[in-house]
């Protein structure tokens, strides 16, 4: 295993495999360079002399200026480097060649649901979704005593909470609504009731009126105001869908009929060499076969998004993106913050300096396929191939969204590592093999080892081998450890 690597040969920075000592020296071919510092792993050194002002280059493409005279074999961080990112911006259409949905079938197969709309789910679960916060634990206690008294029937009856519902207006309360009502159609839940409560903003009849592809015998609903014992009715409705949903069985189903979310949080200087292109090649292998691959989280495409606008499917999605971005961008801007306000510092912790370096890493878990379709924030994914949602990159906010959006998986790539977990079986894949060691209740996968003799493809067929055993059945670590929370994105004003 190398100590050390240079992603592409325009590249300005090497990157510490594993940490490096002051006066060790690298080489690349006829290049030589002595360190003049250690350097922690995942870190950045510079390979040669750098100006302040000069654009340096990380995966072939800018990272940043520097702001400091930089030497061959120095530490580049944030005490030398910063983003050159600012507000909203002009693109042009410059269309390059991507491979389409149905491009390359895929003969691999796995058992899933397939339902009545056509799409396929990978669970057999009961839902339950409340309009409000304040009917949050009705729905909770519902889910305890139906969890015991239908197990064994159907997948699991889970409760998914939220605070939100009321005091909201307008497009905030457009938001929560819309939410709801895509994970009330999602696959992967074969029933759904929804618990109002009477008297909230998000009303139950309006709720009701958003949600599609949901047959009367797989949705109940009631609002607890309106009944004498909310507890009796509930379990009455819960009874009423279990008996429906357990004559659901799983059939053959091709990795074409997959919808997968991709996602990444906690990243570290591992995160864009191991796990997120190792996504990447899976997101491809899906959107290539004719199935939906969906990638969110905007504000960590800044700087990289030209990536994503080469490979709009025509020049309508072509402005659909710069839409999206530039939306985003002035979200932040009204709310008087800087576009360029990330890295967290985690991500500095672990070797990521400015956004668009994180940006060039987090973009790759899209693959290279051509981009399809652009959703805005609670709207469903419809045409196969390679979709970009609308949605920031708080882990619970986008990964909620993936979900709404249809992903009946996620696949979830860290550097730091992070326990949660959403109602789709979250596939938490480590950037290195250091965290998968260190938490294997958390990783299910370990990318690392594409820096320790295996090859990224050889990995990335690995990886594909656990998403179809998990399509099929087996658990995620966070189905094993209940670890299951939505949360919505609350973006306007509260009465």
């Known amino acids: 295993m190398s100590r050390y690597v240079r992603v592409h040969s325009t590249d300005h920075v090497a990157i510490a495999v594993e940490p490096l000592s002051a006066g060790e020296v690298l080489r690349f071919g006829d290049l030589t360079v002595t360190l003049a510092t250690d350097i922690p792993k995942g870190h950045k050194i510079a390979l040669y002399d750098i100006a302040p002002g000069q654009e340096v280059l990380k995966f072939g493409f800018v990272i940043g200026k520097a702001i400091a005279p930089i030497a061959a074999g120095e530490h580049i961080h944030t005490h030398n480097l910063a983003t050159a990112l600012s507000g909203v911006e002009d693109y042009a259409y410059l269309p390059e060649p991507a491979e389409g949905p149905g491009s390359h079938p895929d003969s691999r197969t796995f ?8 799409r396929v789910g990978i669970r057999n ?4 979704l409340c309009t409000v916060g304040c009917v949050a634990r009705t729905s909770e206690r519902l889910a305890k005593v139906a969890s015991e008294r239908f197990k064994g029937r159907v997948d699991g009856v889970y409760a998914l909470t939220h605070p939100l519902g009321c005091s909201q207006l307008g497009d905030d309360l457009s938001h929560t609504r819309k939410l709801l009502a895509a994970l009330a159609s999602h696959p992967n839940a074969g029933g759904v009731l929804i618990v109002g409560l009477g008297c909230e903003n998000n009303q139950l009849t309006a709720l009701l009126d958003e949600i599609q592809g949901r047959s009367p015998d797989r949705l109940k609903y009631f609002a607890a105001q309106m ?5 009796e009715a509930g379990l009455e409705a819960l009874e009423e869908l279990v008996a429906v949903v357990e004559k659901d069985q799983r059939e053959l189903c091709h990795v074409s009929d997959l919808a997968i979310g991709v996602k990444c949080g906690g990243s570290d200087g591992f995160s864009g060499l191991t796990a997120n292109p190792l996504v990447g090649r899976v997101a491809d292998t899906v959107a290539q076969a004719g199935g939906m691959s969906i990638m969110t989280e905007i504000p960590e495409v800044f700087g990289a998004e030209r ?26 801007l009204d709310n008087n913050q800087p576009v360029f306000e990330n890295p967290s510092p985690g991500n500095k912790a672990g070797g990521i300096t400015t956004l668009e370096e994180k940006s060039l890493g987090a973009v790759q878990k899209g693959g290279l396929s051509q981009l399809t379709e652009v959703l805005r924030y609670g709207e469903r994914a419809s045409q196969p191939g390679l979709s970009l949602l609308e949605a920031p990159g708080n882990d619970a906010v986008s990964s909620t969204a993936l979900t709404a959006a249809g992903a009946v998986i996620v696949l979830f790539t860290t550097g730091r590592g992070t326990p949660l977990g959403f109602p789709a079986p979250t596939l938490k894949i480590a950037s290195n093999t250091a965290l998968a060691e260190k938490k294997p209740h958390w990783i299910d996968f370990n990318a690392g080892q594409a820096l320790e003799g295996k090859t990224l493809d050889e990995t990335a067929d690995d990886l594909m081998d656990l998403i179809l055993r998990v399509a099929s059945g087996q658990q995620s670590n966070n ?7 939505i949360a919505i994105w609350k973006n306007g004003v509260t009465l």
Request: charged share 40%; no cysteine.
């Open 111 to 118: 058992m899933g649901y397939r339902r009545a709309d056509g």
């Open 125 to 128: 679960e009961i839902w339950i």
């Open 227 to 231: 009944v004498d014992d909310e507890h």
């Open 307 to 332: 990536i994503l606008m080469a490979r709009a499917k025509d020049e309508n999605v072509f402005h659909e993106i710069v839409d999206v971005v530039n939306d985003f961008k002035q979200y932040f």
């Open 479 to 485: 189905e094993k450890n209940e670890e299951r929370e």
